[in-house]
């Protein structure tokens, strides 16, 4: 099981970018699902993106055209570019490796704040 901690989050003003980093603490190679879930408050926590271990990417309708999932195994990492952030993009950002198994991993988030 692997430990993830994300970085990258922070306040922008609606139309900006941020991109998000979550870090392993060991290889990701082996890790078939990495997700970012996001929680706004008040609401319950939603899938933003997926991305498997072959490169096949999923999003929310939500962020389509907007967010990019990426992983360097190499690195060990997982990223979420956003781009053109709206104020409901606004909430915690989670990763997630595997969340479904057993064995599955769950950074403790990074706080997004976008600004009207």
């Known amino acids: 099981q692997v430990q993830l901690v994300e970085s990258g989050g922070g306040l922008v003003q609606a139309g900006g970018s941020l991109r998000l980093s979550c870090a392993a603490s060991?290889?990701?190679?082996?890790?078939?699902?990495m997700d970012w879930y996001r929680q706004a408050p008040g609401k319950q926590r939603e899938l933003v993106a997926s991305?498997?271990?072959?490169?096949?990417?999923n999003y929310a309708d939500s962020v389509k055209g907007r967010f990019t999932i990426s992983r360097d195994n190499a690195k060990n990492t997982l990223y979420l570019q956003m781009n053109s952030l709206k104020p409901e993009d606004t909430g915690v950002y989670y990763c997630?490796?595997?969340?479904?198994?057993?064995?599955?991993?769950w950074g403790r988030g990074t706080q997004v704040t976008v600004s009207s």
């Open positions: 991305i498997i271990s072959g490169g096949s990417t």
């Open positions: 997630a490796a595997d969340p479904d198994e057993p064995g599955g991993s």
């Open positions: 060991g290889s990701i190679f082996s890790i078939n699902v």
